[in-house]
C-alpha cells in the first residue's frame, strides 16, 4: 500500500516561517487532493488543511498548503512555541484507500 | 456542536474480534449527509485509515483490512461501530472514531476528518 513520505523532522525559530513536505505520486497527490493534520502528544489529531488548500473554520491563516506535481506542502508562518507538535498529511489514494504521510516532527527552537 | 466519543474493551485477545462503538452527541447521526469513519494509530507510530461510512449506508474500507472489517450504523442508538476480526498485536494501538461533512467528492472528503473523538487504546494480548 502507498505511503507519503515525510521527513521525520523539521525545526524553525519563534516568527520564521516553516515548510513541511509530503511526497507522493501520480496515484495519490498528483491526482487527488491533501489535507494535514496537527498532533499534540496524548491528543487526537486535529485538521489544520483540506482539499489541498483550505482551512475549517478556527484555524490560524498562519497555516497555508498547497501542492505541486506529487508533492505537497504546508506552510506555517510567524512560527509559535505552541506549532511544537507531529504533523501529518493524507490524501486519497487510487488504490482506493486513504493513505497518510508517517509524519513530521516539528520543533520550534 | 457534534462530539464523538469511543466506547469498547481495552484488552482484545488474539484470533477475537475488537468491537468499538462511538456515540455521537450534540446531533442526529442521520440526520445530514455525513462520513462517520475510525482511524488508528499505533503507539509511537503514524496514522492508519480503516475506514468509513456513509449516513446512507455506504461504505469504503482499508483494501489491506478490507477482509477483516466491518463498519456499520445504528441510528436507535445514534451510535457507529467498529468490528475487527482475527486480530493480531499488530493491531494493537489507539482507536479514533471520526466525522467528515459531505457535500464534495469522496476523494475530497474522505482523507479530511473534521471531527474526532477522544480515542480508545485497544491491546491485543492474550
Known amino acids: 500500500q502507498s505511503v507519503l513520505t515525510q521527513p521525520p523532522s523539521a525545526s524553525g525559530t519563534p516568527g520564521q516561517r516553516v515548510t513541511l513536505s509530503c511526497s507522493g505520486s501520480?496515484?495519490?497527490?498528483?491526482?487527488?487532493?491533501v489535507s494535514w493534520y496537527q498532533q499534540f502528544p496524548g491528543t487526537a489529531p486535529k485538521l489544520l488543511i483540506y482539499n489541498t488548500n483550505l482551512r475549517p473554520s478556527g484555524v490560524p491563516a498562519r497555516f497555508s498548503g498547497s501542492k505541486s506535481g506529487t508533492s505537497a506542502s504546508l506552510a506555517i508562518s510567524g512560527l509559535q512555541s505552541g506549532d511544537e507538535a507531529h504533523y501529518y498529511c493524507?490524501?486519497?489514494?487510487?488504490?482506493?484507500?486513504?493513505?497518510f504521510g508517517g509524519g513530521t516532527k516539528l520543533t520550534v527552537l | 456542536q457534534v462530539q464523538l466519543q469511543e466506547s469498547g474493551p481495552g484488552l482484545v485477545k488474539p484470533s477475537e474480534t475488537l468491537s468499538l462503538t462511538c456515540t455521537v452527541s450534540?446531533?442526529?447521526?442521520?440526520?445530514?449527509?455525513?462520513?462517520w469513519g475510525w482511524i488508528r494509530q499505533p503507539p509511537g507510530k503514524g496514522l492508519e485509515w480503516i475506514g468509513n461510512i456513509y449516513y446512507s449506508g455506504t461504505t469504503f474500507y482499508n483494501t489491506s483490512l478490507k477482509s477483516r472489517v466491518t463498519i456499520s450504523v445504528d441510528t436507535s442508538k445514534n451510535q457507529f461501530s467498529l468490528k475487527l476480526r482475527s486480530v493480531v498485536a499488530a493491531d494493537t494501538a489507539m482507536y479514533y472514531c471520526v466525522r467528515t461533512p459531505g457535500g464534495l467528492r469522496d476523494s475530497v472528503v474522505l482523507p479530511a476528518a473534521f471531527g474526532w473523538g477522544q480515542g480508545s487504546l485497544v491491546i491485543v494480548s492474550s
Open positions: 450534540g446531533g442526529t447521526i442521520s440526520s445530514s449527509s455525513y462520513y
Open positions: 501520480r496515484s495519490n497527490i498528483g491526482g487527488n487532493t
Open positions: 493524507a490524501a486519497w489514494d487510487d488504490s482506493l484507500n486513504v493513505i
